[in-house]
């Protein structure tokens, strides 16, 4: 960027420029007729201003806050509700790093922690026919400036809410070192609950979402997941499962759902009962797709929900009926590459499947 000195008139850098160039803040120019021409020349050259991360990462949240309020405006509710939990999920993540890892201040990531609160509220209004109004698609609406001018915002918050309860967020692995010696000692029983003191909204009831408008010719399926078989079943607290249809790399190809918490256990058995309706019809998943189905429980004194184990079921496996699969030991390996059985004994995740065709 070159900034041109007309005739008696020279342009300067508002935001933070020193004279050698170099760009602190900001690109904005004005004039400045007090300023002589001949000291400073006819010409400044500007060094090409370059973005900052945070920058970056206001506008891809920008855009993801855009999509989301697109598909609710054009009533593709579960489009919405996966873009809503995606950026849900990336502003808890800001809020959580720490003050040398964020270019935010501890207010700034309060405010942002707040507008995650809204969009997991909408989420879930959307899941419930009954509580689509509890927060609304306008009161959404009237987040985005305060996004998008997050690092320029200073006024109270429009709505009464609070930031999410503070989740820690393991990386793939770590999660299994700090349960290593809380299982050798008592199993999951002697461990913790989930990573929340508190749960999201939505999360002891689940996020199951409805069954999705038939399609002539295509198939819709529906799990039924009966129960699961584990050695310790009993002691697991707050047990639930999460299901999530990944393609050949593990990428989502649907949104994420959660069973409600299970109530029922006995023996070495945590029952569930519970309908999940995959939210994609079968003839348009990928070839190489797999539905997962991740165990997870809270562990009281790690004070997070760990992942116990996971099964999954290949395309291959979708047939009307029972199917019994085998448990996996955690980290989740959506990408199927290595894989280890969690127990020699005959304890399974017991499904039973349900193909609804025009």
């Given at each position: 960027?070159?900034?041109?000195?007309?005739?008696?008139?020279?342009?300067?850098?508002?935001?933070?420029?020193?004279?050698?160039?170099?760009?602190?803040?900001?690109?904005?120019?004005?004039?400045?007729?007090?300023?002589?021409?001949?000291?400073?020349?006819?010409?400044?050259?500007?060094?090409?201003?370059?973005?900052?991360?945070?920058?970056?990462?206001?506008?891809?949240?920008?855009?993801?806050?855009?999509?989301?309020?697109?598909?609710?405006?054009?009533?593709?509710?579960?489009?919405?509700?996966?873009?809503?939990?995606?950026?849900?999920?990336?502003?808890?993540?800001?809020?959580?790093?720490?003050?040398?890892?964020?270019?935010?201040?501890?207010?700034?990531?309060?405010?942002?922690?707040?507008?995650?609160?809204?969009?997991?509220?909408?989420?879930?209004?959307?899941?419930?026919?009954?509580?689509?109004?509890?927060?609304?698609?306008?009161?959404?609406?009237?987040?985005?400036?305060?996004?998008?001018?997050?690092?320029?915002?200073?006024?109270?918050?429009?709505?009464?809410?609070?930031?999410?309860?503070?989740?820690?967020?393991?990386?793939?692995?770590?999660e299994e070192n700090l349960e290593f010696e809380e299982e050798e000692e008592g199993g999951a029983g002697a461990g913790t609950p989930d990573l929340f003191t508190t749960r999201v909204p939505g999360a002891v009831e689940g996020t199951?979402?409805?069954?999705?408008?038939?399609?002539?010719?295509?198939?819709?399926?529906?799990?039924?997941?009966?129960?699961?078989?584990?050695?310790?079943?009993?002691?697991?607290?707050?047990?639930?499962?999460?299901?999530?249809?990944?393609?050949?790399?593990?990428?989502?190809?649907?949104?994420?759902?959660?069973?409600?918490?299970?109530?029922?256990?006995?023996?070495?058995?945590?029952?569930?009962?519970?309908?999940?309706?995959?939210?994609?019809?079968?003839?348009?998943?990928?070839?190489?797709?797999?539905?997962?189905?991740?165990?997870k429980h809270y562990k009281p004194k790690k004070k997070f929900t760990s992942t116990k184990c996971f099964a999954f079921m290949e395309m291959d496996e979708i047939k009307a009926g029972e199917i019994v699969i085998e448990l996996y030991k955690k980290p989740t390996d959506f990408k199927r590459k290595k894989l280890h059985l969690l127990t020699k004994k005959p304890l399974y995740l017991h499904l039973h499947q349900t193909l609804h065709k025009e």
């Open positions: 960027i070159a900034c041109r000195a007309q005739p008696r008139r020279v342009w300067s850098l508002v935001g933070g420029c020193d004279w050698s160039g170099n760009v602190t803040r900001g690109i904005v120019c004005k004039p400045s007729p007090n300023v002589n021409p001949v000291s400073l020349g006819t010409i400044i050259y500007v060094h090409h201003f370059k973005m900052t991360d945070i920058n970056k990462t206001i506008q891809k949240w920008h855009a993801s806050f855009r999509k989301g309020t697109d598909f609710d405006s054009w009533g593709q509710l579960v489009e919405a509700i996966d873009e809503y939990q995606i950026l849900a999920r990336h502003l808890q993540k800001e809020v959580q790093s720490t003050a040398n890892s964020s270019e935010l201040s501890e207010d700034q990531k309060k405010t942002i922690g707040k507008i995650a609160t809204c969009l997991e509220l909408r989420s879930t209004a959307l899941q419930t026919t009954q509580s689509q109004e509890d927060f609304k698609l306008e009161d959404v609406k009237t987040l985005e400036p305060i996004l998008k001018n997050i690092l320029s915002y200073n006024k109270d918050f429009p709505f009464d809410v609070q930031p999410v309860p503070i989740r820690k967020i393991l990386a793939p692995g770590e199951l979402l409805p069954r999705l408008p038939s399609e002539p010719g295509m198939a819709l399926l529906t799990i039924k997941i009966e129960k699961i078989g584990l050695k310790d079943a009993g002691q697991c607290i707050d047990p639930y499962v999460t299901v999530s249809v990944k393609d050949i790399n593990g990428v989502d190809i649907t949104p994420v759902q959660d069973t409600p918490v299970a109530t029922r256990k006995e023996d070495t058995y945590v029952h569930f009962a519970v309908d999940v309706e995959i939210q994609k019809h079968i003839e348009k998943l990928p070839k190489g797709a797999a539905i997962f189905f991740e165990f």
